[in-house]
């Protein structure tokens, strides 16, 4: 069940097309609907849980972010997991992780997002994807939209790999679930409950800016520091004009993405514009 190696892993998935569901680890209920999601796309499921300190931008909150491989290998085996891969940083990155095609696709960068408020974080990422699937082999991969963008770059740098998407799971109260959560005192995750009430406003406003002013604003009152809060193109991530209407039927995809700051916990929320 737990495999940290390539070779241990080989010998659980026998031959047998996975899929996998990458995490940092730290498993919620929300990552064990993507490994129910894994387990409903057919083939032997992996999930992986590595720490990877390349997508990390501040060592504090590398050093802080919560493990608990026993616990999660126990929750991964009881949502369906077939194999739990938590493979050493040697076993990733054997000739260190500047070895690894840091290429970036273009929806990663230039947008204001999440590569201007946590610079390097994407090379990390797509350097942890490329390995994870090569290591793998697996035939598809499940992706949470709570990091829409990051599903975007996945998706982007597959090749062969089918990218399987799935839902933001949230707490009763609306909140995204994370495993940053559990950093949130118990006033900063009341406070931090702006952030789903932003992204519903949002999604009531005529225009683009209406609803990123309105956004805004409610995490501001509310003690947040907000990183962005903002609608784009929900593909290419490209700013929309202000003006965009959100009746407009001939205008593209669009979907609001926000990242805020409470107490010094950074989180993340998006939904589609208007709301599915
Ligand atoms: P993490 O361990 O936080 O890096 O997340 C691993 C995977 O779980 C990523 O694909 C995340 O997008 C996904 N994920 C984390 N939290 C949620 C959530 N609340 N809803 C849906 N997917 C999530």
């Not at 991964?76 to 054997?94: L, S």
Request: charged share 25%.
């Amino acid at each position: 069940m737990l495999c940290e190696t390539r070779g241990d892993l080989m010998g659980v998935t026998a031959g047998e097309r996975c899929v996998l569901v990458p995490t940092m680890g730290a498993l919620h209920p929300g990552h064990l609907r993507l490994i129910e999601t894994a387990r409903a796309t057919g083939g032997p499921v992996v999930v992986s849980v590595f720490v990877n300190a390349e997508q990390f931008n501040d060592a504090d909150d590398f050093n802080r972010y919560p493990r608990d491989l026993e616990a999660d290998v126990a929750a991964a085996r009881a949502a369906g997991a077939d194999a739990v891969f938590a493979p050493a940083t040697q076993e990733v990155y054997p000739d260190g992780a500047d070895a690894v095609d840091a290429r970036l696709p273009g929806v990663a960068s230039g947008k204001g997002l999440e590569d201007d408020g946590r610079p390097g974080h994407f090379l990390g990422v797509v350097r942890v994807l490329r390995r994870l699937f090569s290591l793998t082999a697996c035939r598809a991969a499940v992706f949470g939209e709570k990091d829409w963008q990051q599903l975007l770059i996945a998706r982007a740098i597959a090749k062969g790999v089918e990218i399987v998407p799935h839902p933001i799971e949230r707490d009763p109260d609306g909140l995204a679930m994370s495993s940053r959560n559990r950093h949130l005192s118990a006033q900063e995750r009341e406070e931090a409950l702006a952030i789903p009430a932003a992204v519903a406003a949002a999604s009531d406003q005529g225009t683009v800016s209406e609803a990123e002013s309105v956004m805004g604003s409610i995490i501001h009152d509310a003690g947040g520091r907000v990183d962005y809060a903002t609608v784009r193109h929900a593909v290419t991530l490209d700013v929309l004009p202000g003006d965009t209407q959100r009746q407009d039927t001939d205008r593209p995809p669009a979907r609001i993405l926000v990242a805020a700051d409470f107490g010094g916990v950074r989180l993340l929320d998006n939904a589609p514009w208007p709301a599915a």
